[in-house]
């Protein structure tokens, strides 16, 4: 596609419910990220993929959050039993370059917001 | 460990004022630099970078020069614009992960 698609754009959710928060990448992307961005806050590392291969997962704040990329192009973050502190804005950003030494492109992001 | 520091907002400016925003970085080795942006309702976006140092970015007139003597990388305009209120993110590039900063929130007024 033209940029980074995430859906949904907005979600709430009740305290204790799953969800589910999908990032369609740039096309022919091989690395894809996913940060976490609190209010007022830079965004914060949760993991990062290349390919289908979960290299760097050390950002996800606990085992309620899993990530996966079956098919090395979407992915989807899922966070279990979701509690007011993952409100957040999940972003996600895919890159070219193998090495990360290159530009991020990001998704607008899915606003969570948990109650 | 890797981090970044950028300074604190929101600023407020008048349209055709100088802009600084500082930014300062920790890191071992050798980074690639980056500003993002983040307009209203957008996604972040590149706005420049610079990849050694000494290097200075440029675009849409902002400027950083990557400088190691003092791991600074602020982000300089000499003349803002209203088009310019958005929220800015100093990021480093270690090679196997981004670090952002806090972002500084900038508004210019007419």
């Known amino acids: 596609g033209a940029g980074v698609s995430q859906s949904p754009r907005y979600k709430v959710a009740k305290r204790g419910q799953d969800v589910a928060l999908r990032c369609d990448p740039i096309s022919g992307h091989v690395s894809l990220f996913w940060y976490q961005q609190a209010l007022g806050q830079g965004p914060e590392f949760l993991t990062y993929f290349q390919n289908e291969a979960q290299l760097d997962k050390s950002g996800l704040p606990s085992d309620r959050f899993f990530a996966e990329r079956p098919e090395g192009s979407v992915s989807t973050l899922k966070i279990q039993r979701t509690q007011q502190e993952d409100s957040a804005v999940y972003l996600c950003?895919?890159?070219?370059?193998?090495?990360?030494?290159?530009?991020?492109?990001f998704g607008e992001g899915s606003r969570l917001t948990v109650l | 460990g890797d981090s970044v520091t950028q300074m604190e907002g929101p600023v407020t400016l008048s349209e055709e004022a100088f802009l600084t925003i500082n930014c300062t970085y920790t890191?071992?080795?050798?980074?690639?630099l980056f500003w993002y942006v983040q307009y209203p309702g957008e996604g972040l976006q590149l706005l420049l970078k610079?990849?050694?140092?000494?290097d200075k970015g440029s675009n849409k007139g902002f400027e950083a020069t990557y400088r190691k003597e003092t791991t600074s990388f602020h982000l300089e305009k000499g003349s803002v614009q209203v088009s310019d209120s958005a929220v800015y993110f100093c990021a480093l590039n270690t090679g196997n992960q981004f670090y952002f900063g806090t972002g500084t929130s900038l508004t210019v007024i007419p």
């Open positions: 950003a895919s890159t070219s370059e193998r090495l990360n030494t290159g530009e991020l492109f």
């Open positions: 890191a071992t080795g050798y980074p690639s």
């Open positions: 610079a990849t050694k140092a000494d």
